[in-house]
């Protein structure tokens, strides 16, 4: 019983970042590609045949493989991604959240964002053979 059910949450997790990736292909505001990672990711877990679909879609499937193989994150997501932090950050600050949490989130956040410009961009000859 708890196989079933645990493969059920997986496929749920599946379908949910599914959507809202496809949801953020016209929406500007809303990245596609951490939430397809988080779909092909999920759906290997409980859902192999989903995943294959994913990773052979001729649109969804390279930035899937280039992450998996590489670590690649393409400047656009990289962008996006810094640019919603910064304003994460910055409303946070006019927010009644406790004091704390308004100094570690934009420090978490800072941290993120490193290790996000760290990696690489695109695949090259050098991390070809990591």
């Given at each position: 019983m708890w196989h079933i059910t645990k493969q059920m949450l997986w496929r749920l997790l599946a379908v949910i970042s599914l959507i809202l990736g496809g949801i953020g292909?016209?929406?500007?505001?809303?990245?596609?590609?951490?939430?397809?990672?988080?779909?092909?990711?999920?759906?290997?877990?409980?859902?192999?045949?989903?995943?294959?679909?994913?990773?052979a879609h001729s649109r969804l499937g390279p930035p899937v493989l280039a992450w998996r193989a590489h670590g690649v994150v393409p400047r656009r997501a990289k962008y996006l991604a810094s640019g919603m932090m910064t304003l994460s950050a910055v409303l946070i600050q006019f927010s009644a959240a406790p004091v704390l949490l308004k100094l570690l989130l934009p420090l978490l956040l800072l941290l993120v964002a490193c290790w996000l410009w760290r990696r690489p961009e695109q695949i090259t000859q050098d991390n070809k053979h990591d």
């Open positions: 292909i016209p929406l500007p505001g809303l990245p596609t590609v951490p939430f397809i990672l988080l779909s092909a990711w999920s759906a290997g877990k409980g859902w192999p045949a989903l995943e294959q679909w994913l990773l």
